[in-house]
């Protein structure tokens, strides 16, 4: 698999004098220019193919192993990560659209290279999606445009932009259309970039903006159908949302390198750093973070294939999620790295300020960590527990998440507004259950039972209090906000002990062995529902020796990680309806 | 939670449960839910009417999409529409 040379290229680049030299990705972050020799190296390496689908000519098939690629690319410099995968944003309304809209034209764009914005926000909308103001009216055959986008990544460089414009003076959801206007074909002076904004962290990117002043456009810019934006835009959200993700992982990667390297080097006291009980235990906490968003994103990676229909809710809640966690994983990997998080003078070091600035972008784009949770909090009702029936065998995660299961091609006509159930989430009695009934009488596979019960627990009170929440015609309230976290943990434990289930390779190994990586994702979860474990500190403490003993074991439980990954049978499974 | 039990619905009828169910969503809403406005006027929001359908996909038994409520946007056009669908479905979803 061609995907697999990646990291030895990057590896490549990344020596002095390379596109991804870390000392000219930090010139271009201070100077604020854009990485444009690291755009150019995945240019030519052949990365926008993967931002096109495999039946317009591309190489994008399995978001799984999309995910990996970007997460790749994160864990080396995020904001090249953020400069350059925004062009996959800016095609997918275009390509859940179908033929009907301009999808062929795209793709051969994106294939030679081209990148492409994709304009949601205005100065004046932030997260509402209705308060656009960016107005389309129909001139002659095509249309004209009038108004402006901002922020948006890409508006300067990009000569192709995917834009949300209102085509019904009294907007309301069928009030708004999608474009995708070529810069190169309007009228001079008709479309004006906005400057570039300075940022806190991803300084170098493109984040500026886009006026349109009665800028004509053909016929052919239309995306879809007149009035079918907002679906169009809600639907390719549970899709960018869950490719965001990667970028959290790649920066938890590229974090933790930075705190076994330092754990490596620094020694207090005449002796290694990690001897000090504390360092150990924070360095395995920061670890089974890493192991519980992996869960959380590949679970949703490959839910996109399986259960597409259910995608409103699991992309909801790894966008809430996954970002939220990898920000206070960077918390504790800085706390660790003391002086040497903040200083950025000091040899190699100086990467973590900046990582951990650029990644706080994460949980703001595409969707804010709030927006999302109230996305979930508004159908909260509906999921809880027993309410539907549950979904089949075949939709259960334990299924779709075997190591050598082929993904059924993902299907985006299936993508729904509202999601029918949560098979991930609703898998866990029988994923419990499951535990309860194993042969094996180890003290780890009791104490697994033991923590799965626990958040079994949690789930059913979960259910309880779910059972008190009216729906509302409004924002939810905060209460209820907060019960949709605590279904974002319920199902960030049901991830994990899906993938222990389905991959017995899980269980051996430096994380595997004792099932230590998945006592630390349950600790984790027990901890974020306010129930933590008695013997937290001693599941921390072991991932801390791994992480510090080990260097060379990659902090990860994917299989993708690493370049000799399992041959996969080849085997393709028709998904279950 | 019960189910609509009728298989013949009149518009009316419908239209009545439907404003019902409209109410449960605005408890603040000191007036009678008004079948010819629209639902968005009462603040019933884009994220609340993907619960509320499914709400009502729930109770009628059949497929409700939330764009059927973007597209019949009152609660006296979604009756209308949910009336036909139902004639049209109600026989095989049993
Ligand atoms: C670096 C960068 C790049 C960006 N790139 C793009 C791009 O390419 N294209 C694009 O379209 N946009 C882009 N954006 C814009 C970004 O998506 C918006 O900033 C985001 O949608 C949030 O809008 P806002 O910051 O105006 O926050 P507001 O919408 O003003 O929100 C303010 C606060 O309220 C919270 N909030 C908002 N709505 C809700 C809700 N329903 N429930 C609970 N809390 C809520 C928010 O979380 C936030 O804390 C970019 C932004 C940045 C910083």
Known sequence: ?577 | MTTYGVDQVAPSDLQRWLVERVAEYLPDLGEAVDPTRQLGEYGLDSIAVVAFAADVEEQLGIAVDPTAIWDYPSVGELAEHLAAELAERRPQAA
């Open chain 1, 1 to 577: 698999m061609r995907t697999v040379d990646l990291p030895s290229r990057l590896a490549e680049w990344s020596r002095p004098g390379g596109p991804f030299d870390p000392a000219v990705l930090s010139a271009h972050d201070e100077a604020e220019t854009f990485p444009a020799e690291a755009c150019a190296a995945l240019d030519a390496w052949g990365l926008p193919a993967y931002y096109v689908p495999a039946r317009h000519g591309g190489r994008q098939d399995r978001l799984d192993e999309f995910l990996a690629l970007l997460r790749t690319v994160a864990a080396q410099d995020l904001t090249v990560a953020v400069a350059h995968g925004k062009t996959f944003l800016g095609g997918v309304c275009t390509w859940l659209a179908g033929d009907a809209g301009p999808a062929d034209l795209l793709a051969r764009q994106v294939l030679a290279g081209e990148p492409v914005a994709w304009g949601l926000t205005e100065p004046d909308g932030g997260s509402d999606l209705l308060a656009g103001s960016l107005t389309a009216t129909r001139h002659g055959s095509g249309w004209q445009l009038s108004g402006r986008k901002w922020p948006v990544n890409n508006a300067t460089r990009g000569h192709l932009l995917c834009v949300l414009a209102r085509t019904d003076p009294a907007g309301g959801p069928r009030g708004f259309t999608v474009f995708l206007i070529d810069k190169r074909a309007t009228a001079v002076d008709t479309v004006r970039p906005l400057p570039k904004m300075p940022t806190h962290g991803v300084r170098g990117a493109d984040i500026s903006g886009v006026e349109f002043r009665q800028t004509r456009v053909p016929a052919h810019a239309l995306v879809g159908t007149v009035g079918g934006g907002l679906e169009l835009v809600l639907k390719a959200l549970q899709l960018t949302r869950i490719v965001c993700v990667s970028l959290s992982l790649g920066a938890g990667d590229h974090a933790l390198g930075l705190l076994r390297r330092f754990l490596h080097e620094r020694r207090l006291y005449g002796r290694q750093l990690a001897s000090l009980p504390h360092v150990r235990t924070t360095a395995g906490r920061a670890a089974a973070h890493q192991f519980l968003a992996e869960a959380v994103a590949h679970t949703a990676a490959r839910a996109a294939h399986q259960v597409p229909e259910e995608l409103s809710v699991i992309s909801a809640v790894a966008k809430a999620f996954v970002p939220s966690l990898i920000q206070s994983q960077l918390r504790l990997i800085g706390d660790l790295l003391g002086t040497r998080g903040f200083l950025t003078g000091v040899e190699g070091y100086g990467a973590f300020a900046k990582l951990e600035r650029d990644h706080q972008v994460v949980p703001i784009f595409d969707g804010s960590t709030w927006v999302n949770r109230a996305a979930l909090a508004g159908v909260l009702p509906l999921l809880r527990p027993g309410r539907r029936a549950a979904a089949s065998e075949a939709a259960s995660p334990v299924h779709w998440l075997r190591e050598e299961h082929h993904p059924a091609p993902l299907d985006m006509r299936r993508l729904r507004l509202m999601a029918p159930r949560d098979s991930v989430l609703g898998a866990l009695p029988a994923l419990v259950a499951g535990l309860d009934a194993r042969e094996e009488s180890s003290k780890a596979a009791a104490e697994t039972a033991s923590l799965a019960g626990a958040l079994l627990e949690a789930y059913e009170r979960l259910g309880t209090d779910l059972a008190d929440v009216r729906p509302t015609g409004g924002p939810p309230s905060t209460a209820t906000m907060r019960l949709a976290e605590r279904y974002e943990w319920c199902f960030a434990g049901a991830a994990a002990l899906a993938l222990h289930h389905a991959r017995p390779r899980l269980r051996t190994g430096p994380w595997g062995t004792d099932e230590a990586w998945l006592h630390g994702c349950l600790t984790l979860v027990l901890e974020g529902l306010g129930r933590r474990p008695a013997q937290a500190t001693r599941t921390y403490d072991r991932l801390g020796t791994v992480v510090a003993s080990a260097p060379d074991v990659p902090v990860s439980v994917l299989d993708d990680r690493g370049p000799d990954g399992p041959a996969r049978d080849g085997s393709v499974e028709v998904s279950a309806t």
